[in-house]
């Protein structure tokens, strides 16, 4: 569907040139660079296989309970849908993507042939479209580069602050940075102040990518715990929880029992 938000921005703004690449069974998505944006196996569609992906699922660390309701901010080869699709099917699911091209190719050619089983693509920006939802949604998922850098829309206070209203009391939101970006500690620094320093910080295991997660509330922050539900979630979901935790313990404060959140 076509949302009325995305005009103004589609004016303002040139979007890039949408292209797919393939080596192997691996299918990739990119943006007028070679960078890969997305990738997707042919052979397993819903695997995660790009690191960052599957740092991004770290919130299910954290989460005290499986979502309703997921919001996505960027579609692009829709690796984030289809690993929710399989794992999580019970949750709703809308991914915002203000690039027609993206999403014409997502749905042609990355596998989302699930769409209206509780997962929907709204054409949008997802800066504007994230205002109309006001404690509505239980998880934001935030991946929006325009082939070159992260967009300026997704990395200031004021859409950090509509993110924090729009996600219900037990909410978090995940966004994926880019570490070697020289505003990477301004973007952190404005993320704290949203959300009261409520911030996590779980590099990818390659690339210099970067989930960083902000809770609407108190996590569960001590370490034994996060250990029993690593170990747990990674049966479950057949991802390396305990690489996430890890790196984690590797990159945030905490006094070798729990998690300190920064001042």
């Excluded at 569609?45 to 690191?51: I, Q």
């Excluded at 989460?63 to 849908?81: K, M, V």
């Excluded at 709703?92 to 993507?97: T, Y």
């Excluded at 749905?107 to 509505?136: H, K, M, P, V, W």
């Amino acid at each position: 569907m076509t949302h009325p938000f995305r005009r103004s921005r589609f004016f303002r703004h040139t979007l890039p040139d949408a292209n797919v690449s393939e080596l192997g069974n691996i299918r990739s998505l990119h943006l007028g660079t070679p960078t890969i944006q997305s990738s997707m196996n042919i052979n397993n569609p819903s695997e995660l296989v790009l690191s960052y992906s599957r740092a991004m699922m770290s919130w299910l660390l954290f989460a005290p309970e499986l979502p309703r309701h997921i919001t996505q901010i960027g579609l692009g080869g829709g690796s984030f849908a289809r690993w929710l699709h399989a794992k999580l099917p019970e949750s709703q699911q809308i991914a915002i993507e203000i690039n027609p091209q993206v999403i014409n190719i997502a749905r042609t050619s990355f596998c989302l042939d699930f769409e209206g089983q509780n997962f929907q693509i709204i054409e949008a920006d997802g800066a504007e479209y994230i205002q109309i939802l006001q404690q509505q949604t239980d998880i934001i998922l935030v991946d929006g580069f325009d082939g070159v850098q992260i967009i300026d829309d997704l990395v200031g206070e004021n859409f950090f602050h509509d993110c924090r209203i729009a996600l219900r009391e037990n909410g978090i939101f995940a966004t994926n940075w880019w570490s070697g970006d020289k505003r990477y500690a301004l973007f952190l620094q404005r993320l704290r102040g949203i959300f009261h320093n409520r911030v996590l910080e779980i590099p990818a295991a390659t690339h210099g990518n970067v989930a960083v997660l902000a809770f609407n509330f108190m996590p569960e922050l001590n370490m034994e715990k996060l250990k029993k539900r690593a170990d747990k979630l990674s049966n479950q979901y057949d991802l390396d929880f305990f690489r996430m935790l890890a790196d984690a313990k590797a990159k945030n404060p905490h006094n070798g029992k729990q998690f300190l959140f920064e001042k």
